[in-house]
Structures are given as structure tokens and as C-alpha cells.
């Protein structure tokens, strides 16, 4: 089974690393982040994100069920949504702007945190991802990176 069909079976459907830059992998992990980064985005998480998205990043159960509003719910960040589905450079856009306010409630956190407390945040969330999970979103990642690039 490929990493991807893993994945999708699973999910369901310190300092920053500049945007423009390759990600370097961690010998320890593979990971892009540092253990420091994810001890900072506990802590970030903790403060700042948690009240919407749960103190394990595990959100509601009822996350794919629209809101009054038309708008859905705060997922999961656990790796349990879709939030993976997101290369590095979204995930900051989606923290730092807030969400389309045609699909959801989030508010930027762009003049609250800066770039290496987004990054830390992401950092802490992807570090509760299971392995499968990880490495079908470093291929998405990459695969976005590599479509963005070509568009310059």
C-alpha cells in the first residue's frame, strides 16, 4: 500500500525555517523541525490555539459538520483531518491571514505571533502525526514547492 493510500486510510480525508528556503531534515526525526520548536509550539499551541482546536490539537468530532453560519468548525490538527493536506507555506499563510472567511471562523494570527511562533505551532502539531501521515504530507509539500517555484 503507498504511503498516500496510508495515509488518506488514517487521516480521512526554536526557529523558523524561511519560506523561501528547502526544508532540511532533521537526522533525528526526517522531520523539518527541531525538538526545541516543538517544545516552543506546545507552549504557542497551548496560549494561543487550543481554545479552538483542542488541547491535543484534536478538535471536535463534529468538525465536517457546517456551522449555523455556513462555515465549518476548527479541525483537527492532529493529523486526523485534512490539515496535512497543506504544504508548510499554506499552513503558515492559513495562521498568519486566518482562514477563507467563506469556509471558516479563524482569525489571523499574523500581528500576535511571529514567524517562528507560527512556525513553532506547526512544528508542535506535526510532531503528533503519525509517521505515514508525515510522509504523505512531505510529498504533497514537496510536490506544491516544486508547482510554486515553476510558477515564478
Not at 532540511?24 to 481554545?51: I, K, L, M, S
Amino acid at each position: 500500500m503507498s504511503v498516500m493510500a496510508i495515509a488518506l486510510a488514517l487521516a480521512g480525508c526554536g526557529q523558523g525555517v524561511p519560506q523561501n528556503e528547502a526544508q532540511v531534515r532533521q537526522p533525528d526525526t526526517g522531520r523539518w523541525y527541531t525538538e526545541a520548536q516543538v517544545q516552543a509550539g506546545a507552549r504557542v499551541f497551548a496560549a494561543n490555539c487550543a481554545v479552538c482546536h483542542g488541547d491535543r490539537a484534536q478538535a471536535e468530532d463534529t468538525w465536517r459538520q457546517r456551522l449555523p453560519d455556513g462555515k465549518f468548525p476548527p479541525p483537527p490538527l492532529n493529523g486526523t483531518a485534512h490539515a496535512w493536506h497543506h504544504p508548510l507555506f499554506e499552513l503558515r499563510e492559513i495562521i498568519k491571514y486566518g482562514s477563507d472567511p467563506a469556509l471558516g471562523n479563524m482569525p489571523a494570527w499574523g500581528h500576535i505571533l511571529s514567524d517562528a511562533e507560527i512556525d513553532a505551532a506547526i512544528a508542535w502539531f506535526q510532531s503528533l502525526w503519525p509517521h505515514e501521515v508525515y510522509e504523505a504530507w512531505r510529498e504533497i509539500d514537496a510536490r506544491r514547492q516544486d508547482e510554486r517555484h515553476h510558477r515564478r
